[in-house]
């Protein structure tokens, strides 16, 4: 499975796509946390053409939370 | 009898277990997500009474209050949807919030005897107003610390973290003090989140299965040989924090050195009794501590020791610092590690632990960017062994910090290097 | 070690509830056998050495020994068996010894040793006491003591009421060590069962449990202090010696700032004396015996349904219903207690309060002595700064020795005069 946001988390995160479930949160994926994860934000900001406020950022535990938040401000992958 | 500002968590340990025997066939036959969370915050309250009566009550009045305002964010957040102009209101709301749950923590670490002294007496009267037995044998408990507040107050945060941004929806006082009476974590960790603890996908609340029960049970026996055997035989290391000034720089480095392992032993093996008594009942709680000791940077240090708080310190200080947007990114590293600092103590040897290990976190990013740029691998096995013991010896020169105070730490460092 | 889990997928072990119970026998056979292999351990019983060659068997341990009792000690054969359950206030003191050293206890003399020598004067010579005495004994090991003595069939209880502590709530116990053992005696007595689940913590209720079913459990304490020893020597042959070792930190003298942690410290200095510890001190900030004790004794309830009313009227009424004979005498006090003029009013106050149960329980088996006449305490000699030991015991061994044998030749009398 692969789209926009999954390629996108793989691509700031240094990561290969194919590992990147729903439930990738910074507590299994040690990539998430560290230098990498620096430019998150701006990236789905910019590749979604959207701003983020801190409280949906703080939402964003999961890849499957931030498809959530995402949509919610009618983002469709 | 003496009161004790310090307390033994091997006590607490032994009383749930001991208490499990009464409570998991309990446990077991009600299967109903209520009478479970009933039966396991009254046996986290009724353990509270063996450190004191007094303690027990205090508890309660702090959970009540977190109740209220979890309810109160919950009802304002829902509003805030509709009316997005209160949202400022909502925001106010929610820091108050959080700031008077930190309040007996800071008073706590700020003025410890004179919080001390108020809660206990407090804490006493106010016992006689519902029972006169509970307040006579509360007076003959000698606990007079906080026992697990600072945990207590954390879990707290974190509850009213998630309900303001829109996690939780208004919880019941049940649910509530289930979550701050959870048996396991109560005195010494880990920092659980609700989630942890809460009904899986089956609406249920886990109920153990066998191989949980195996595990548990060895987890727990596991902690307590590391506690009660491993830890007790290096403790005498801890001398070497008295009598530094009179000893050869070998035997203080020597010494340290056992030190931190005893302090790591110590406290994980804690934590495995607390996450193996949990496994017991079928909790799955995350885990506090994965090897830190062999880390190879201080990154992989920070995200394998007590791992709870470093995920709380993440959630609830460095994302909403701004940890992923570039500009604030060493901003927010510098909050979460003061966070995690001052928790232990608010003082001016955790100050400087917090500084040491954010500057040690910003040279590790500014030598990760420089190793990139260069193409310079460390794979090689000899250059990870390297990394690794460069890792621990930054670690290990940090631990005076954590158990000394400033001045006391600084001759420290001046006997290990001869001075 | 999350790799328990780990290990166990390895070994390829899935664990059943039939295997689970499998499991638990095996180890409690193992444990079992274990218990059997271990011997019974030397305990340390203080006041041994005060009572050699004197049919006297001291019973309590060192306060830090869950066992509370010596069992093995053997129970005495004939003659008259006395129970003497008390505190230091039945320790004579060497001038200058200190109160809570037990090493050095040997030093002193002790008050039952004297009353027995006064009951062979008068001809009272086929006894024996077994001694239950402990420092800074409170009323409810009192209890407990008084239950176990009536299990170890005493002919007669001598026991001490401690002015001080005995309607005192904030001191009704010392440590909790005792509770282990205090589990199962309490057990036998149905109006004190909401204590086993409010005073013992759970984890004393499974060692009491599993203590009196596996020898290991029983036994294991005993050995406490070599496998602590035996760690010591572990690391002492591994790691380098630290030089100027600390001595021990128990052993030194209290500090103002220790004090505060003392628990009814604590509640006395902030709750009555406006946390003003200096009341209680001299200039080496060391707590002066009489001035704390003086404000001890401000703290005694004489509310009805305290528990330290509780605790006495239990001692009382199962000591009655025994049938068995029993002295309860209240601890003379020094004259010098009439320097605080409250402290004096209150210690009225308790005797009072004794007199009345007096009136409810006192008959021709069991004495409750609140007043000792002036003439025996001829010659006592109380500590100096302080109100309630001895240094010297003057008449009170005879006295006490006389009430005892005026117990014992009672019965004798009636049965003479139909």
Sequence with gaps: MSDALLDLFAEVLEVDAGSLKEDTSPDNTPQWDSLAAMGLVAAIEEKFN???????????????LARQTLSAKGVSF | ????????????????????????????????????????????LYLLLFIAPRLALLSLFFWLLVFAMQRLIANLENKAQEKPDISSLVLFVFIAAVLGTLT???????????????????GNSALSLFSRTLWEIDLARNIIMPVGLSFATFRAVDLLVKTYIGK???????????????????????????????????????????????????????GFF???????????????????????????????????????????????????????????????????????????????????????????????????????????????????????????????????????????????????????????????LACLLFTY??????????????????????????? | ???????????????????????????????????????????????????????????????????????????????????????????????????????????????????????????????????????????????????????????????????????????????????????????????????????????????????????????APAFAPDVHAAKLSLWKAIFPQIKGQNTDKLSAPPSGEGLKENSMIFWVTQRYLNGDLSKLVNDKNEAINALWYRQLIRLADFTQDTISRAILLQTLERIKASGKKAILYLAPVSENLREDETAWKQYQKIKSELKALQQVYEDDKVKLIVDIPPDALNGTVFVENDDVHLNEVGGLSSFLASSIASLTSKPEQKESTP
């Design chain 2, 226 to 384: 590391k506690v009660l055997f491993l830890a007790s035989l290096l403790q005498p290391s801890a001398q070497i924090l008295d009598t530094f000034n009179t000893q050869s720089v070998s035997t203080i480095w020597i010494y340290l050195f056992v030190y931190t392992w005893f302090f790591y032993i110590n406290f994980s093996g804690y934590s495995d009794i607390a996450i193996g008594i949990a496994r017991l009942y079928g909790f799955k709680l995350k885990e506090n501590f994965n090897n830190p000791f062999f880390a190879r940077n201080i990154i992989e240090f920070w995200s394998s020791w007590h791992m709870s708080l470093y995920r709380f310190a993440r959630r609830n200080v460095f994302v909403p610092l701004g940890g992923y947007r570039e500009n604030r990114h060493l901003y927010a590293l510098a909050g979460t590690m003061m966070t995690i600092a001052l928790w232990h103590a608010l003082s001016a040897s955790m100050v400087t632990f917090g500084i040491y290990h954010t500057i040690g976190l910003i040279l590790h990013r500014q030598f990760t960017k420089w190793k990139d740029r260069n193409n310079i691998s460390l794979d090689h096995p000899a250059a990870q």
């Design chain 2, 168 to 222: 939780f929806r208004a919880m019941s006082l049940r649910e509530v003090f289930y979550y701050g009476f959870f048996p396991p974590v109560l005195v010494v960790g880990p920092i659980i989140e609700y989630e942890e603890i809460k009904e899986g996908a089956s609406g249920k609340l886990p109920a153990p299965k066998s191989d949980d029960f195996l595990a548990g049970a060895l987890r727990t026996a596991w």
């Design chain 2, 104 to 122: 007996p923590m800071l008073w706590w670490k700020t003025q410890e005897w004179e919080f001390v002294k108020l809660i206990n007496l407090s």
């Design chain 2, 393 to 419: 010896l930054f670690v290990m020169l940090s631990f005076p910090l954590i158990v000394l105070p400033l001045g006391t730490a600084l001759e420290f460092y001046g006997s290990m290097f001869g001075m």
């Design chain 1, 50 to 64: 959207v701003q983020l406020s801190t409280k949906e950022i703080m939402k964003m535990t999961t890849i499957g």
């Design chain 2, 1 to 44: 009898m003496k009161f004790s500002l310090e307390y033994s968590s091997t006590a607490f340990f032994l009383d749930l277990l001991a208490l499990s025997l009464l409570l998991l066939p309990i446990y077991l036959v009600a299967s109903g997500t209520r009478t479970r969370q009933v039966t396991l915050t009254l046996s986290g």
């Design chain 3, 1 to 219: 070690m999350k790799s328990v889990d780990h290990a166990l997928s390895l070994l390829g072990y899935k664990a059943t509830p039939f295997g689970l119970v499998r499991i638990a026998l095996w180890a409690f056979l193992f444990l079992y056998l274990a218990g059997l292999a271990l011997p019974p351990g030397n305990r340390t019983i203080p006041f041994t050495e005060n009572v050699v060659g004197l049919p006297i068997t001291p019973l309590v341990t060192l306060p830090s020994d869950p066992a509370f009792i010596d069992e093995q000690a053997l129970p005495t054969q004939g003659g008259l068996k006395i129970a003497w359950i008390s505190d230091s206030s039945s320790v004579i003191y060497k001038p200058g010894a200190k109160f809570l050293d037990f090493s050095a206890m040997g030093d002193n003399r002790l008050l039952p040793v004297e009353t027995l020598n006064q009951l062979r004067e008068i001809n009272q010579n086929d006894i024996h006491i077994d001694l239950y005495i402990r420092l800074s004994l409170r009323s409810l090991e009192s209890y407990t003591l008084t239950e176990i003595a009536l299990e170890r069939n005493a002919d007669i209880i001598v026991l001490t009421l401690n002015p001080f502590f005995v309607f005192n709530n904030h001191a009704i116990f010392k440590g909790n060590t005792h509770f282990a053992r205090a589990t199962r005696t309490w057990s036998k007595n149905p109006a004190v069962w909401y204590w086993l689940a409010l005073l013992p913590q759970p984890s004393d209720h499974l060692w009491a449990g599993l203590g009196r079913h596996l020898n290991i459990f029983a036994r």
